[in-house]
């Protein structure tokens, strides 16, 4: 069942990157990233484990993130720097289907099957210099 999650959340990050487009290549990576944090919510409470992906309009490959246990979460570029460059972005965001608690492999009961993982897309903008966006999501996922 963990493997089936990771598996879907996989699969729908390579379809949003073939659909959205992948952007420029390594070659034109930008010099310059603005540094980008926020925090994700729903009804008003963190959302742990979110997979976020900010994928450019425009040239420029994608930046990525995980939320933490308080819903914050900070990009980083494709090449492993922190950031974003700045311009307009599709924005991914996965919850769940990623928890791997209790998967040891003991002798205790198999762990608890994680919940459907859920595809939120939104827009957004990085502006020039560091920039905190802030994501409520709503109640029905762009998957559902």
């Known amino acids: 069942m963990i493997l ?7 699969f729908k990050l ?3 990157t073939a659909f959205f487009g992948c952007g420029g290549s ?3 990576a930008p010099k310059d990233l603005v540094e980008v944090t926020g925090i ?6 963190p959302v742990a484990d979110a997979l976020m992906l900010f994928t450019p309009m425009l040239a420029a490959a994608p930046s990525s993130g995980v939320t933490d ?7 980083k570029y ?10 307009e972005y599709n924005v991914s965001i996965t919850v769940g289907g990623m928890s791997v608690a209790g998967a040891d492999g ?5 762990p608890e099957a994680p919940p459907e993982p859920k595809l939120y897309v939104l827009k957004s903008t990085v502006g020039q210099k560091a920039t905190n966006i802030n994501f409520e999501l709503d109640e029905i996922p762009s998957n559902e």
Request: proline share 5%; glycine share 22%; no cysteine.
């Open 14 to 16: 390579i379809i949003l």
């Open 69 to 75: 246990s308080e819903g914050k979460y900070s990009l």
């Open 78 to 87: 494709n090449d492993g720097r922190s950031g974003a460059a700045s311009g």
């Open 26 to 28: 390594v070659g034109d």
């Open 40 to 45: 994700v919510t729903q009804d008003g409470k």
């Open 4 to 10: 089936r999650g990771l598996f879907i959340v996989s």
């Open 106 to 110: 003991g002798d205790g009961p198999p």
